[in-house]
């Protein structure tokens, strides 16, 4: 089981710049696929951007390509959202999430229907 904490949200103006980290406990941490999700009140969650235990294959929602980076740091065992030009769409809690493991390729879709753990979530508001 790994455990999922993240930090770095806040509240920013349109065109600003933030960057979310996600810290996973445990030694299996850097095997999984693992993404950003967020989710607004009354809607569902959608997936941000998805990353490969490599680190060398990412994907990203169409909302967010250009703007956002993820990565990750499997010596630290820590995933990041580098978040730039943000705006209002952009206010949603944030969920760093942990999915298949043993895979290359961690698509939007297979994260989506496989996740595996989930964090509590950092607040990112954009006004």
């Known amino acids: 089981h790994v455990q999922l904490v993240e930090s770095g949200g806040g509240s920013v103006q349109p065109g600003g710049s933030l960057r979310l980290s996600c810290a996973a406990s445990?030694?299996?941490?850097?095997?999984?696929?693992m993404a950003w999700f967020r989710q607004t009140p009354g809607k569902e969650r959608e997936g941000v951007a998805t990353i490969n235990p490599s680190g060398t294959l990412t994907y990203y929602a169409d909302s967010v390509k250009g703007r956002f980076t993820i990565s990750r740091n499997s010596a630290n065992n820590t995933l990041y959202l580098q978040m730039n030009n943000l705006k209002p769409e952009d206010t949603a809690m944030y969920y760093c999430?942990?999915?298949?493991?043993?895979?290359?390729?961690?698509?939007?879709?297979?994260?989506?229907?496989?996740?595996?753990?989930w964090g509590q979530g950092t607040q990112v508001t954009v006004s």
């Open positions: 999430v942990t999915s298949a493991s043993f895979v290359a390729v961690c698509t939007m879709d297979l994260v989506t229907a496989r996740p595996k753990n």
């Open positions: 445990g030694d299996t941490a850097h095997l999984y696929c």
